[in-house]
């Protein structure tokens, strides 16, 4: 019997883990392949031959990674280049996977890394190599296409959304309380910020406004939003996507920018405090705070959906079934069958198809303003942050198990 | 039957609402007043009448205000004036309780709010007013002396630990990895930032340095220390308070100080930053992340510690007892009678020892070298972040429920 092998790739989420135990408990119970190995640090890591056996691991450590957040597995940033231009890392690759008996790869990761598996699948069967590449889908940012969601997004939102609440009610305390500004990550979509809207006291959103890239944003109207706002209730709280972006399709705060990742991908964050000044320099108020959820909204395992992490460990267990029916370039997708009581099917999408593509958030559940979500929204938001992970724990903190050091 | 009034003062906690429902429950329990007032905004909210009967709130109200973060009563940061300047102030304040027939008066807050405390009861001492002032201590700091920590640090010391645990993990993902800067609240003492010690993976800390306020930041022995781990393990995860001073005793962020509390207290922040650019100033590597936990750290209901809410409350309820014994300007305190199995008991201080005095970190309980603490500081933190809330949800989330809005 061969072996399978599994890599995690691009940034972390708090249930990536879960793909991983999914492929690997459904193998148990298929005995599917005789090993199921896992890369560390994706790619990047196969090609140095570091390779662990995750079918010897106990099953408490393997239950513990299972609930543990980030690339458990370790991570990389590579992109596999054109294979006329670079063939030579197509070659090691295969005859690594050869060398170990593997025939079947799963990747865990975002559009980037649908590239690689679409690239691999298309290396492998123009040279008639038996090995089955499948992609699983995991990216906070929601924004994979042809999938109803993204395992990831789930936790991150409830998260936000579980943030905005707290935090509303820390800036709301005094008599003469300022203005709050939350900036969640997201890119070029406005999903996470979004997600935000699920925040209510009393049946009624905590933010006065949510700010995505999928509207242009109006220096000018943000003002007077804002102004107005303030002068009727004394205070504001603000929700902005790190990407929103003005008329000219230019980020707002692209002055901010202060590199670029590996992709070429532009490292936002900072419009918060960009508004902040805005809001300042135009005199609102001198009461402006500013923050960046920045990485704790994709690691907060602590405060992970349950559905996120169920929907993970599943998109690992269709995963195996995909490469055994003989499925090569594909990605598991999620597809929503209804909403309320929610339940989901998984199906295959082409990998190539989500490869270096991109899911807006739609500018339907937009308002008319470009400063808030319609209803819909809700519906879509509401099931996927449903209830919370039970945990180990240890010394009164979570018990967290990785295998990348 | 005469009536009581309790308000709340300073920065909000996660816990700060249990010790109002601690008092509440324990004045059903023993009927000492007929009603139980709360002050909204403070002692400036009841100088305007701002008051509102909690007695006559329904049990569920009152069930879910107890697991809200953040001043549900809301908040001030007023401090009286001496009485020979101003006791006008003082007067208006008397004649508003009396005109609610209020014979105890019950003040949650930190050190300023215990020199409220003081001056009310000297004051009342000294015109036969036969009101009775107790305080109620809180805040994530853990600053006030004569107690042995204080409601709402062990919830912030919790979501410290927590976070850094996901942090650490999230910071961790690829082959070369970077330096995290990890930075908390604390102002002058170092008790959250410490707190962090907490995390660890494999029964070994994550954080690699923890720097404290206690102990003098000597920039180049940081650097060296930095350079020499990074090295070392490819990743340095430090942990730093926000009010670390150097040599000379002056905030290392000193420069990056925006403004003054109306307390005249220096609003910190940024120190992360500062050190982030010190790291690539001296060119160690070119990723560094530096992520301030902000208000984050005091309103994190979702990962409260289930200890300090349980402490908080009865805080409250002690308070009630104290009054009806007779007691006034005194806080309540908290001796912590073992550690293992941990056990406490509460007793009285003088209001005004609390006031206007810090609690430092003790210098006993860092290393040689200044950049970690012992293991004193282990077994002080450990009981205090035990157990997690059962929180009322609502729509997937927690369900929150304030009075000053």
């Known amino acids: 019997m061969s072996n399978c092998i599994i890599a995690q790739s691009g940034g972390p989420t708090a249930v990536i883990n879960s793909s991983v135990v999914g492929l690997l408990n459904a193998n148990k119970e298929q005995k599917a392949f005789e090993k199921v190995y896992a890369g560390l640090n994706g790619i990047e890591g196969i090609l140095n031959k570091n390779i662990i056996d995750l079918s010897s691991v106990c099953d408490e450590d393997i239950h513990n990674f299972r609930f543990t957040p980030s690339s ?113 990550m997201g890119r070029d979509t406005g999903w996470l910020a979004a997600s935000a ?23 000018i109207k943000f003002l007077t939003d804002v102004k107005r706002k303030f002068e009727e209730q004394n205070k504001v709280y603000i929700i902005v996507s790190e990407g929103i972006k003005d008329e000219n399709d230019n980020f707002v705060s692209e002055f901010e920018c202060v590199s670029q990742d590996n992709f070429g991908h532009a490292q936002l964050g900072g419009v918060s405090n960009y508004l902040r000044k805005l809001i300042l320099d135009a005199g609102v108020t001198t009461r402006v705070k500013a923050l960046q959820l920045g990485i704790l909204q994709r690691c907060a395992m602590h405060c992970a959906s349950d559905t996120d992490l169920t929907e993970a460990y599943n998109a690992g267990k269709m995963a195996l079934k995909y490469a055994v029916q003989g499925e090569t370039g594909k990605m598991v997708s999620i597809n929503r069958e209804v909403s309320e009581p929610y339940t989901v099917s998984y199906s295959l999408v082409n990998a190539e198809d989500v490869a270096n593509n991109v899911k807006y958030f739609p500018t339907e559940w937009i308002n008319k303003e470009g400063n808030f979500v319609t209803s819909e929204a809700y519906s879509y938001f509401e099931p996927l942050i449903k209830e919370l992970p039970s945990l180990t724990f240890e010394g009164n903190l979570p018990k967290y198990r990785v295998f990348n050091q």
């Open 197 to 219: 809207c699920l925040a209510k006291i009393n049946d009624k959103p905590v933010a006065d406004f949510i700010y995505l890239p999928e509207a242009a944003f109006d220096r």
């Open 72 to 184: 458990g597995l370790g991570s990389c940033r590579y992109k596999l280049k054109d294979v006329n231009s670079n063939s030579k890392e197509y070659e090691s690759l295969i005859e690594i996977l050869r060398e170990y008996d593997i025939k079947a790869f799963f990747y865990v990761g975002g559009n980037d890394s649908m590239d690689t598996i679409a690239k691999l699948s298309k290396y492998a069967r123009a040279n008639n190599i038996d090995i089955k590449f499948i992609g699983i889908p995991k990216t906070i940012d929601n924004d994979l296409k042809f999938t109803d969601h993204t395992p990831g997004f789930g936790s991150a939102a409830k998260f936000i959304g579980t943030t905005a609440l707290e935090t509303y009610l820390d800036a709301s305390v005094y008599i003469n309380n300022g203005i709050f500004i939350l900036e969640t």
